[in-house]
């Protein structure tokens, strides 16, 4: 009867992980052929379940941390794809992106996708939304707290990417997929779980690109 249990919890966990929603503007293969310096922006964080016992300022905290280091992650990520002749745009480096976005006091300014793509001198956004059952990041002690449930082994995980063309100030490319992230999981696994799949529905992809499972 274990086993059983443990198969079922398996197929569950693959059906989760398996299922993406995918969109494409009818012209996001000639609108991406243009694009040649993309921007990472910082993703959207948030979690289902939150205790009554952190303070605002620990949670933003959190937040802050965990957008970060997935911001890094998925740079890093695009970077290799890029390396293996698999994507040929060319992408900012976060440093730049960053500093610039302070200056424009993003994300609390009303400015448009095109505004923003102006003044980054970039040709278009890649934003990304992340909703986690608990935290990815380091910082157990604030983890402990931050949730009811933090005993559960897994972690679902709700990305929603968009690609947004500066020039028409439109997306063209939007990707949506949870995934369960396992016992131990960090936030490099986490994203390569995600961006695994994601990177290759990406009208930016070259199939006549090296394969890897990297």
Not at 57 to 63: G, H, V
Not at 95 to 124: E, F, G, H, M
Not at 142 to 151: D, G, K, R
Not at 157 to 179: E, P
Request: charged share 15%; with cysteine.
């Amino acid at each position: 009867m274990k086993s059983i249990k443990s198969y079922l919890v398996v197929i569950s966990l693959v059906l989760i992980s398996a299922c993406a929603q995918v969109f494409y503007s009818p012209d996001a293969s000639k609108l991406a052929s243009k694009h040649r310096t993309v921007a990472i922006m910082p993703p959207q964080v948030s979690y289902n379940r939150i205790s009554k016992k952190i303070s605002e300022a620990d949670l933003q905290t959190q937040i802050q941390t965990e957008s970060s280091n997935l911001q890094t992650e998925i740079y890093n990520w695009m970077l290799r794809r890029q390396s293996k002749a698999q994507i040929r745009q060319d992408f900012q480096a976060l440093s730049t992106t960053n500093a610039k976005l302070k200056a424009l006091k993003y994300p609390d300014s009303a400015l448009t996708a095109a505004q923003i793509c102006a003044a980054l001198k970039v040709d278009a956004l890649i934003y990304t939304n992340f909703k986690l059952s608990k935290p990815i990041s380091d910082g157990a002690a604030l983890a402990l707290i931050l949730f009811t449930n933090y005993s559960t082994p897994t972690n679902t995980v709700n990305m929603n990417l968009n690609i947004t063309d500066g020039a028409n100030d439109k997306v063209i490319f939007n990707y949506n997929h949870t995934y369960s992230a396992g016992v131990g999981s960090t936030v490099n696994t986490v994203v390569n779980g995600l961006m695994r799949n994601a990177s290759k529905k990406m009208p930016y992809f070259n199939r006549l690109g090296h394969e890897t499972n990297q």
